[in-house]
T-cell receptor
Framework: SQQGEEDPQALSIQEGENATMNCSYK?????LQWYRQNSGRGLVHLIL?????REKHSGRLRVTLDTSKKSSSLLITASRAADTASYFC?????????????FGKGTKLTVNP | DSGVTQTPKHLITATGQRVTLRCSPR?????VYWYQQSLDQGLQFLIQ???????AKGNILERFSAQQFPDLHSELNLSSLELGDSALYFC??????????????FGEGSWLTVV
């Protein structure tokens, strides 16, 4: 089952605006990762935040993690048309002694020029 | 370019047939993962191999099987294909077997269309 659920499912903004995407999950995690996927292409790793971290930055990306609420957010500042893509959160979960990276259904971001 | 190579990029086949998808991981990566992405199911983890051995299993059907060879490339075999198997199949690789703190790198995927 999908453990990470992104919100909103789709987001349309103007270039220069900030985009915020949220992810909620159900079980305890070791870390949470955000990936980006251009239409029909492979997934590109953006950022990883460990369960003992609360915030992480990478360029125009800011990720927060609230383990008490089992949620994370991805903020893209000063968005560009090239940021148009789907964004997925993924959680590393241990089940039955093995680890699996479980993805949410993603947020489709459209940045209009 | 992630360094993960998948072939073929596109494949069209008929129901009931069998296909093999191939993956070459990044140089030095010992773990290979297979994922299926479809519109209705999203990204589903299928299976992971580490250094030739199965390490974790996800929602992989019995009609599907995979293996990782001594040179670390991997193949995903899909048999008795059904229309619902049409999807984008991703291979990914990572250096270690554990996911914690371990970035995994995805290939561009193999588009499978079953007609």
């Amino acid at each position: 089952s999908q453990q990470g659920e992104e919100d909103p499912q789709a987001l349309s903004i103007q270039e220069g605006e900030n985009a915020t995407m949220n992810c909620s999950y159900k079980t305890s995690i070791n870390n949470l990762q955000w990936y980006r996927q251009n239409s029909g292409r492979g997934l590109v790793h953006l950022i990883l935040i460990r369960s003992n971290e609360r915030e992480k930055h990478s360029g125009r990306l800011r990720v927060t993690l609230d383990t008490s609420k089992k949620s994370s957010s991805l903020l893209i500042t000063a968005s560009r048309a090239a940021d148009t893509a789907s964004y997925f959160c993924a959680t590393a979960q241990t089940q039955g002694g093995s680890e699996k990276l479980v993805f949410g259904k993603g947020t489709k971001l459209t940045v209009n020029p | 370019d992630s360094g993960v190579t998948q072939t073929p990029k596109h494949l069209i086949t008929a129901t009931g047939q069998r296909v093999t998808l191939r993956c070459s991981p990044r140089s030095g990566d010992l773990s290979v993962y297979w994922y299926q992405q479809s519109l209705d199911q999203g990204l589903q983890f299928l299976i992971q191999y580490y250094n030739g051995e199965e390490r974790a299993k996800g929602n992989i059907l019995e009609r599907f099987s995979a293996q990782q060879f001594p040179d670390l490339h991997s193949e995903l075999n899909l048999s008795s294909l059904e229309l619902g198997d049409s999807a984008l199949y991703f291979c990914a690789s990572s250096a270690r077997d554990r996911l914690s703190g371990n970035t995994i790198y995805f290939g561009e995927g193999s588009w499978l269309t079953v007609v």
